[in-house]
């Protein structure tokens, strides 16, 4: 029976965990220095939004296309993974037609014929009648929004409902990650490495093409916002972001944010924290009442590091020390949204290692 250990057991380990486990004869340890229910700076996924905004270009669309039906059934058909479908308004601003729309975080959000209007169910261009005098134009269209603490904690269930054994270590070097394999004292065929942003220190890695993309978030109780919304920039410089989103089930709304690269800061900076409130009830003053920002009643001040890397996510698979390792990091700001492709790949590049080496028995 193959055997994998999944170092990581963030958005992209637990995945790719949970599409092993589906295979019938795999058997599964997920290895992790943090958990879901942990809150840590060098643990990025439950600091995360998360919405659906697809954020690559058309060629590099594969990760995202594939993930949209995925999470859109989880939030049709089962409400305990903390899914539910919201509207969203992507605007345009008219002082970013100069760069085409794209910002650091995104190429393909903000483009005026976006790839993935054929994708979703209702895109429809905002007229100008709907629009902002500052908007050069939007867009709205039914996305979903993910409550990160019930979906980490929902996919780390469904994983151990499959036989997955997830375990606390913390790994030096990648390959000794096979060691930890459950199964009778078998190593580990493969080690998926989806350390995220940690990859830039992991032995056997130490990929110096990782950096951080800090994200700071206010997670406010206030929930009458309606829409989720993004804008392609603001005026306070190119770091600079203002997007909402309501979290499913109670899980209050996140007001962002920041995308400051290279930026390791784990501490909220209360000036960035005020006007991230601004911008958002400036964008839809009806989530505060009208009240501006002191109608907003917050739950917690968040600071993330997404796991960017100059080149883009890293899905391929490499013999180290003996150990085949399929790489599965790098995914910036978009990790939710790209999971279940980005675990597709994944699994496309075991069943190679799998049949390779079965090959030569
Ligand atoms: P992580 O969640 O960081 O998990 C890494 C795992 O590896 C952890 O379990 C860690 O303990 C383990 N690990 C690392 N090194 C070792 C070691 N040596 N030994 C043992 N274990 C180890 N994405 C979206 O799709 N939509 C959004 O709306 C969105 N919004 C975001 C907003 C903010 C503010 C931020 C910060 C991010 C956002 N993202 C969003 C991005 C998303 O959160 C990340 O892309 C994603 O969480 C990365 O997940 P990961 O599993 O790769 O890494």
């Given at each position: 029976m193959p055997n994998f250990v999944v170092l990581g057991a963030g958005v992209s380990g637990l995945t790719c965990a949970l599409q092993l486990a589906k295979q019938e004869g795999n058997v599964v340890t997920v290895v992790a220095k943090h958990m879901p229910g942990d809150y840590d700076?060098?643990?990025?996924?439950?600091?995360?939004?998360?919405?659906?905004?697809p954020m690559a270009l058309e060629a590099g669309s594969r990760y995202e296309r594939r993930t949209w039906p995925e999470l859109k059934r989880l939030a049709a058909e089962v409400p305990e993974a903390g899914i539910h479908f919201q509207k969203v308004h992507v605007m345009r601003c008219k002082k970013d037609e100069p760069t085409g729309f794209r910002l650091a975080l995104s190429d393909?959000?903000?483009?005026?014929?976006?790839?993935?209007k054929a994708v979703v169910d209702d895109y429809r261009e905002l007229p100008a009648s709907e629009?902002?005098?500052?908007?050069h134009s939007g867009a709205e269209w039914t996305s979903v929004c993910i409550n990160t603490t019930m979906y980490l904690c929902w996919l780390a269930g469904q994983c151990a409902a499959r036989g997955v054994v997830l375990k606390r270590a913390v790994v030096?070097?990648?390959?000794?990650?096979?060691?930890?394999?459950?199964?009778?004292?078998r190593r580990a065929d493969v080690v998926i490495?989806?350390?995220?942003?940690?990859a830039c220190r992991l032995?056997?890695?130490?990929?110096?093409a990782v950096y951080p993309a800090r994200g700071q978030t206010v997670l406010v109780r206030?929930?009458?916002?309606?829409t989720m919304y993004a804008a392609s920039?603001?005026?306070?410089?190119?770091d600079q972001l203002c997007y909402t989103m309501t979290r499913a089930a109670g899980g209050g709304t996140i007001l962002g944010g920041t995308y400051e690269k290279g930026n390791w800061d784990p501490n909220p900076d209360p000036n960035t924290a005020v006007a991230i409130m601004k911008r958002a009830v400036e964008a839809q003053p009806q989530l505060a009442g009208g009240r501006g920002i002191e109608g907003l009643d917050v739950i917690r001040h968040g600071v993330g590091l997404r796991p960017a890397r100059e080149g883009g996510v890293r899905i391929e698979k490499e013999l180290i020390n003996g150990v085949w390792v399929v790489h599965n990091y790098?995914?910036?700001?978009w990790g939710y949204q790209g999971s279940y492709g980005c675990a597709e790949h994944v699994l496309e590049l075991v069943d190679e290692i799998v049949a390779n080496t079965k090959s030569k028995l």
């Open positions: 700076i060098e643990y990025t996924s439950p600091w995360a939004g998360a919405n659906f905004l393909g959000l903000f483009a005026p014929d976006p790839w993935y629009l902002p005098a500052h908007m030096g070097h990648v390959a000794e990650a096979a060691g930890l394999a459950e199964g009778g004292g490495n989806a350390t995220g942003l940690l032995g056997g890695v130490m990929d110096a206030n929930e009458n916002a309606n920039g603001t005026d306070h410089g190119a790098g995914h910036a700001g």
